[in-house]
Nanobody
Framework: DVQLVESGGGSVQAGGSLRLVCAAS????????MGWFRQAPGKERERVAS????????VYADSVKGRFTISQDNAKNTMYLQMNSPKPEDTAVYYC???????????????WGQGTQVTVS
């Protein structure tokens, strides 16, 4: 079975930094997308950043460009989201996801983590 487990969430002050970690087991990094999504209360789930194997560069939401960085360590089956200079509007539950295509569409992803709360004050 595929399992995605997020960690690293919590409370952070605006302008600080936080790193989210997604540990994957049972999943083969293949030809589908992996990404980070978030959902704030009363809002739809949205893509924060995604990676497509073989693509030139990761893709980011406009709202986080220049502040957040997605990366993978294939040897450790781990994906990261480095959040620098977070803002209060970044407050949400963050999810890692795998197996999607197209990358921007949450409904296409086959596997999801349980989510981790990030609160920026």
């Amino acid at each position: 079975d595929v399992q995605l487990v997020e960690s690293g969430g919590g409370s952070v002050q605006a302008g600080g930094s936080l790193r989210l970690v997604c540990a994957a087991s049972g999943y083969t990094y293949s030809r589908n997308c992996m990404g980070w999504f978030r959902q704030a209360p009363g809002k739809e789930r949205e893509r924060v950043a995604s990676i497509y194997p073989g693509a030139g560069s990761p893709v980011y939401a406009d709202s986080v460009k220049g502040r957040f960085t997605i990366s993978q360590d294939n040897a450790k089956n781990t994906m990261y989201l480095q959040m620098n200079s977070p803002k209060p509007e970044d407050t949400a539950v963050y999810y890692c996801a795998a197996g999607g295509w197209p990358c921007y569409l949450p409904s296409t992803y086959n596997y999801w983590g349980q989510g981790t709360q990030v609160t920026v004050s």
